[in-house]
């Protein structure tokens, strides 16, 4: 199920629109990506980039142009998860993930 929460600020206010990696929610998250500032890519440290990763680089490097072309910004935020995982070594899975997202063009900040 997606999960949507707002919140408000002295600049107005924040919706967080939360969906899962499953691939039935590819719609949404195209019609999510068209009204977003930031975009949260969440990728599992034992599994790398996936389809469902593949597709959320691609919405964010078309709306990225999109915003820039109305003077606005969309930043991409990675977080990676399952690092606490018996077996997984950090260093070597944010490697790895660095590796397999620069292949989409997408340099983070460990790099």
Do not use: W
């Not at 719609?27 to 597709?55: F, K, N, P, W």
């Not at 997984?88 to 660095?98: A, G, K, M, W």
């Amino acid at each position: 199920d997606e999960t949507t929460d707002s919140s408000s600020t002295n600049t107005g206010a924040v919706t967080f629109l939360d969906t899962p990696g499953h691939a039935a929610f590819k719609h949404m998250r195209e019609c999510g990506s068209h009204c977003t500032d930031i975009i949260v890519l969440v990728i599992a440290a034992d599994d790398g980039v996936s389809d469902q990763t593949r597709e959320v680089i691609k919405l964010y490097q078309t709306q990225k142009k999109a915003s820039e072309s109305r003077g606005e910004e969309l930043a991409l935020l990675i977080a990676l998860t399952k690092i606490d995982k018996p077996g997984i070594d950090l260093e070597t899975s944010v490697r790895n993930v660095d590796s397999q997202l620069l292949e989409y063009g997408v340099e983070t900040e460990t790099m």
